[in-house]
């Protein structure tokens, strides 16, 4: 048995690639998962990263969807095409693929409509008209309380430039410083219309060249008399740690004009600059409100592209969702199917006969062990099937051999049925009963033309054998048949069967004969030739001394006795003379039977021989005829003992009409239909022969004469056998009446 190992290597490395491509696919899907997660969630923390990088993972995104629908779309179109061409396992694979989508599908869409309504409404939630009011009034608040604070510190300012306008001259350190208090600054500087310092308090006292204010704002506040603004507040940047930083430097400062008090025209106006740092609370708070509103502004002018983003990140996660779940439902699908094809494959071979070793799985599931197990069966029926074609080849060697020996066989062998319909002959039946075998197949055997005493003879003795309480025992009868020629028989000359029949396992009817009229003719011809000897060794010693005796009892009694008494002498021994003298004639036939010499046949023209014998019957009591055949071949035939049995038979043709008026013996010559033969008959037209005559024509001392010895026919007949010819008689019947009788002679034509 061929191990199952050899035939499951390719389907293990079918198994490992598909195991692989698998793990392949899972961890690149994973793979993409994670980096899109991860891309996303990068993004929603930073924007400017995510404005940066929203084309990209837009792109990407769509990439990776329309990459997973196309593979998508192609196991469809594989599996409608494996369902177009109906093999097997499609309707089952599809059937789990459309189950493992469903559950990876349905609930994905349902968590991808709850994400989808709970990303769209919180984003929108996100940017509320409430908290973009808050933001917009909160940061007015922040710029209403600096202006409010600026414009304060600013008419502080102006009131102070006015006291120092009234002063007049160029104020002292400590007036300066007087201001700064009140104002509660942090610097105070006088600055000349040229830009010079003309006093300063707080900070800028310690600095050598204060920072001289722009012409722009010297011109405003010669032109206003008062401008003030805010320092530390614009380079925050919008970012919240950088404002809290920041907070400390915000500061407002105010530049007032310091009118003259004269007309004068040399007289320059000066400049007060005051400057006032800001609360820190404040201005942390107005900078975060600010970056607030700011990062507000930003995000609601992105929130649809970020809609888009999350949006399009969740059908990308359905997407691998529905993938996967196909995908595993193909892999898994065939991981299941497989064995079934396996299974199915195999049946198809078996069923067509195929039984070589099948495939199996190496898996230690119960569907590979079923593949396993079938190959095992598949094995055993090869095996199983492998001795049966052995015994059948041996079966059909014994039939071959049986059937070859039946071939052979002289003897005829039938077989038919108990509804007598002939199933089985071999050419030895054929050659017997001289007929095509071969085309009464199927026939019943009474239906055969010509065999009617024979087939009918056969039935009877099957009925009577089955009828026997020792029937089924595996018995047999045995009986001999006498089949004559002429009339529609198809023998040339009258054959002597001797049949067997039995009966056959499977109730058939076996019948086995054999043609042995030669051995018949030749046991007979022997048994005679041994009485003929003994006969006339037997007989013919004793005739002459009664002969004698006779004779001499006769002389001696001469002249001794009355004329009545030697009346009645010499009758008795006339009598007993004649008898003797017959007995002599009998016993010299005897002789003559036992000691025919052997035939020397040589080819001879038949209707020759025929005219030179028949000349001698001419001028007969009864006539002889002749009706001679053209077309009769050269026999091979004895001259002399075809005279000897020719004037033989004529010569009983005669005796058997003596005392008819007009009747004639009939001489005729005639070729059979299969050309082999050449049949000579003597028809007379006398009262035919007794039923027991024609049982046992050819046994010596059979006749009806009464004067007859019956050795004419037995001669005939052993001449005959030398031959190698054939003897028939038979009684010629003319609507049912006797009118005759007819000896035919077969001889062989001569190649």
Not at 336 to 344: N, Q, S
Not at 345 to 368: H, I, Q
Not at 481 to 498: K, M, N, S, V, Y
Not at 639 to 648: K, S, T, Y
Request: proline share 4%; charged share 20%; with cysteine.
């Amino acid at each position: 048995m061929v191990p199952l190992t050899e035939h499951v290597r390719s389907p293990h490395k079918q198994a490992v690639s598909r195991r692989w491509a698998l793990v392949t696919g899972l961890v690149v899907m994973s793979g993409l998962a994670l980096v899109l997660l991860f891309m996303l969630t990068l993004a929603t923390g930073n924007r400017a990263l995510y404005e940066e990088n929203f084309a990209w993972l837009a792109v990407v995104n769509l990439a990776v969807a329309v990459l997973l629908l196309s593979v998508i779309v192609w196991l469809l179109v594989r599996l409608s095409k494996r369902w177009r061409q109906g093999k097997f396992g499609s309707r089952l694979l599809a059937k789990l693929a459309l189950i493992f989508a469903l559950v990876g599908f349905l609930p994905g869409l349902l968590i991808y409509t709850v994400s989808y309504q709970f990303v769209s409404r919180s984003i929108e939630s996100w940017f509320d008209v409430e908290v973009e009011g808050a933001l917009a009034a909160g940061l007015n608040l922040g710029r209403t309380a600096l202006d409010t604070m600026t414009a304060d510190i600013s008419t502080k300012t102006r009131l102070v430039a006015d006291e120092l306008a009234r002063l007049g001259g160029n104020p002292g350190g400590l007036v300066l410083d007087r201001m700064l208090q009140r104002l509660g600054a942090s610097d105070l500087v006088l600055w000349s219309a040229s830009g010079q310092t003309l006093g300063s308090a707080g900070d800028s006292r310690f600095v050598l060249r204060p920072e001289r204010p722009p012409a722009t704002l010297l011109l405003a506040a010669r032109s206003q008399r008062v401008v003030a603004h805010i320092d530390g507040l614009e380079d925050s940047g919008g970012d919240g740690e950088a404002a809290a930083a920041l907070a400390g430097n915000a500061r407002v400062r105010v530049l007032a004009l310091v009118s003259t008090t004269g007309f004068g025209f040399g007289e320059e106006p000066r400049f007060l600059q005051v400057t006032v740092p800001l609360p820190a609370a404040l201005v942390a708070d107005a900078l975060a409100v600010q970056a607030a509103n700011r990062e507000y502004q930003a995000r609601a002018l992105a929130r649809e592209g970020l809609r888009r983003m999350y949006i399009g990140t969740l059908t990308l996660a359905l997407f691998l969702a529905v993938f996967g779940a196909i995908l595993l439902a193909v892999l898994l699908g065939n991981q299941l199917i497989r064995p079934l094809l396996v299974l199915a494959e195999g049946m198809r071979e078996v069923a067509a006969g195929d039984l070589s070793p099948k495939s199996a799985m190496t898996s230690k599931d119960e569907l590979a062990g079923l593949t396993r197990t079938f190959a095992r069966m598949t094995q055993d029926l090869a095996d199983a099937r492998a001795a049966v074609q052995r015994s059948m080849g041996q079966l059909d060697a014994a039939r071959d051999n049986l059937q070859t020996i039946l071939d052979n066989l002289t003897a005829g062998v039938v077989v038919f049925g108990a509804d007598g319909v002939i199933r089985h002959a071999n050419p030895g039946a054929a050659r017997i009963l001289n007929l095509p075998i071969d085309e009464c197949l199927g026939r019943r055997l009474v239906d055969i033309p010509g065999l009617d005493v024979f087939t009918s003879g056969v039935v009877q003795q099957f009925e009577h054998f089955l009828g026997e309480e020792q029937a089924h025992e595996g018995g047999h009868w045995q009986q001999s048949f006498e089949l004559r020629a002429g009339g529609d028989t198809p023998f040339d000359h009258g054959i002597t069967l001797i049949a067997r029949g039995a009966l056959l396992p499977n109730g058939e009817r076996l019948l086995v004969f054999d043609d042995v009229t030669e051995v018949v003719s030749a046991q007979r011809a022997k048994a005679w030739g041994e009485v003929a000897r003994r006969l006339a060794h037997e007989i013919k010693n004793p005739l002459t001394p009664i002969q004698l005796s006779a004779e001499r009892l006769a002389m001696k009694l001469e002249g001794k006795l009355s004329a009545p008494e030697k009346a009645v002498l010499d009758k008795s021994v006339r009598t007993i003379v004649e008898q003797v003298d017959a007995m002599k004639h009998l016993v010299n036939e005897f002789r003559d039977y036992a000691r025919l010499p052997a035939a020397r046949p040589i080819p001879v023209d038949l209707n020759a021989v025929v005219r030179d014998i028949l000349g001698l019957y001419e001028h007969t009591e009864i006539p002889v005829r002749r009706e001679l055949a053209d077309d009769c071949p050269p026999v091979l035939a004895d001259p002399q003992q075809v005279r000897q049995m020719l004037h033989n038979l004529v010569q009983n043709a005669q005796d058997a009409m003596a005392g008819q008026p007009g009747a004639s013996v009939l001489v005729r010559t005639r070729r059979s239909e299969s050309g082999r033969w050449v049949r000579l008959t003597v028809i007379d037209q006398g009262t035919g022969f007794a039923e027991h005559i024609l049982k046992r024509a050819f046994e010596p001392y059979v006749t009806s004469k009464a004067r007859g010895t019956g050795l004419g026919l037995a001669v005939v007949k052993k001449m005959m056998d030398e031959h190698g010819g054939q003897v028939d008689i038979s009684n010629r019947v003319v609507d049912g009446k006797v009118v005759g009788a007819q000896v035919s002679l077969s001889f062989a034509v001569a190649n």
